[in-house]
């Protein structure tokens, strides 16, 4: 799936747009519109890893990930490591 297509079904999932809410205001809603709120940020998250996936492809570099926190993390493009340059010359 293309990030686009991602970003679409996130428009379709929260058409609200609950995402631009502040997290206080995020806090009181209720279950149903949590759900949406969540599914909406989830299809754009993975949209934005997407991107990142592919501009690492692009650069020849690696994706780096490091978790901070249960919904953060750090995220950057490496070199990539002798072990995985094997890999990708074996595709």
Known sequence: M???YLEQLAVL???EELWRMSGIQQMDL???QRRQL???VALRRHASHI???AQALVESKSLCITPLS??????CLIVTPA???KLKRQR
């Open 13 to 15: 999932a929260d058409p």
């Open 83 to 85: 072990k995985h340059e």
């Open 30 to 32: 209720p279950m149903k």
């Open 51 to 53: 991107r990142t996936l």
């Open 70 to 75: 249960t919904n953060g993390a750090a995220i």
């Open 38 to 40: 969540d599914s909406g």
């Open 2 to 4: 293309t990030p686009e």
